[in-house]
């Protein structure tokens, strides 16, 4: 979608030497992160979650199809792309290594623009198959999930935003979905656009749960408070495009229940749950979960666009705060 930008691609070279690091990174000039990772680090590797694993065969103390198996294995890692460099050209070794689901095997010596292309082609399927929401083209739960796991693994501090619309069902029914998925490309357009401006750090995602839910994570050096009212301000404003200027007059709604009867309902708004994630707090996504679902429901409470921030590191009330 017009004005997102994609996540930084990290590529890890699993090498013992420098050679295949070498010509990668003169083949990309620092387009991408490039990390090169000795066969003794694979298992801490495998907790940051790179968007392209490479192996020089060539150059690693341990056999290629138990390394490949580790990363198929690692649940995070499932479906990281995999390409093995190797001058073992013997046709049953290769079948092999490609029977471990890898999606490359490029012989040695290397002809560089067909690694070049190689990589660059991986990569955007990557991109086009992890953007699992056609409507907004962000990443979906398979993706966030990843990334809380990185952070907690990392031991990072970070702060998660759940966001999700007001009286959503009594615009579609009212506007049609057609229009819905107006206004939650217009939200996803919001979320990204006040992030990436705001935040400091550059360490942050924004993922699309699904329908009207959408989730955001920013640093805990971020102006997390600044991010919510600046997203509310926007969005207040901004979704008033998609009303007529009867129901704007009115401020509310009128849907007619399953009785026939008319009920009122005030103008979609959105409410976004706070969760300072500070380290050490949360063992596992499911408890930031919790918590978010918490706070979030916190804020519906308010009339209106409202956020509410948990900044527990034991118990203590969560603050809600109108914009």
Known sequence: MKGMKTMAQELYIIDDCNDLKNVISELFKKE???????????DDALKDIPSLIIINEDCIGENIIEICKKIRLNEDNSITPIIVVSSNRDKSHRIEVLRECVEHYIKAPIDKEYLYYTIKNVIRLLETNRRVSPLTGLPGNVQIQAEMKKRLLNKEEFVMLYLDLDNFKAYN??????NGD?????TARTITDNIEKLSTSGNTFVGHIGGDDFVAIVSGDDDYEEICQNIIAEFDKGVLKYFNESDIQKGYLEVPNRKCVIEQFPLTSISIGVVVAHKGRFHNVLEIGEVGAQVKHLAKTTM????????????????????
């Open 32 to 42: 991408y992160k490039l990390k090169k990772v000795s066969t003794e680090k694979i």
């Open 173 to 178: 029914d009212v506007y049609g979905f057609l």
């Open 182 to 186: 107006e206004i939650i490309k217009f």
């Open 304 to 323: 209106g666009s409202a956020y509410s921030i948990d900044r527990r590191k034991e118990n203590n009330v969560c603050d809600i705060i109108k914009k």
